[in-house]
């Protein structure tokens, strides 16, 4: 595959993210935290390349969203509620974990029927996201057991050659991992500790 290097500023970048995406090819692109890899949410051809890099299906993929509204088709349950808790976190290093909607595909669940929601704090990558009209399914941008990278200098090779477009947001703010709050049950449970503190989630939740 014939990969191309675009800038983060590129005033063309979320029309040329949303003809690659409804190709159903893979985008590398920095998050606030590390640098991700994804697709398409809806096409089989980007679940396939993701799964070519990160094969064990126990570790589920992550769904990036423009804004609340295109969060909202995928949830199901007390949608209200969720809402009240995305709004104070979203965008941002958080992933949340919600009961998926009926109307989703069986398939793009979790075992559990479960998915995880993400809008990422960079402006210019929820609007390649919108531009796309899909949201997007990701993962690190790291071979299985390797490490998140923080910039392009460090991206495997191996990684790069599986996207048809990689956006240099150089290196990325936080680093480390988002944190992951289960919104399935009251109160919410924190199931991974990340960037955002414990303590700040709670006085964000309280």
């Not at 090779?157 to 599986?162: F, G, I, L, M, Q």
């Amino acid at each position: 595959m014939s990969t191309g290097v675009i800038s983060l500023l590129d005033q063309h970048l979320p029309e040329r993210c949303a003809e690659i995406i409804r190709r159903g090819e893979l985008i590398i692109f920095p998050t606030e935290t590390i640098y991700g890899i994804g697709g398409s949410a809806l096409d089989e051809r980007a679940w396939e390349g993701l799964r070519q890099l990160k094969p064990d299906r126990t570790k589920p993929f992550t769904y990036l969203v423009a804004d609340w509204e295109m969060a909202a088709g995928l949830i199901g349950g007390d949608i209200d509620r969720i809402r009240i808790v995305a709004d104070r976190v979203f965008p941002g290093p958080v992933t949340l974990i919600v009961t998926s909607s009926e109307k989703f595909p069986v398939r793009l669940r979790n075992s559990d029927g479960s998915i995880g929601l993400r809008a990422p704090c960079i402006d210019r990558i929820r609007e390649a996201i919108a531009a796309s009209g899909v949201p997007w399914v990701h993962t690190s941008a790291n071979l299985s057991g390797g490490k998140g990278v923080r910039n392009l200098r460090t991206l495997d090779t191996a990684v790069r050659s599986k996207a048809r477009l990689t956006i240099d947001g150089r290196t990325t703010a936080l680093g480390g991992e988002s944190t992951v709050i289960d919104l399935r049950q009251f109160p919410f449970r924190i199931l991974r500790s990340g960037v955002l503190p414990e303590a700040r989630i709670r006085d964000l939740l309280a």
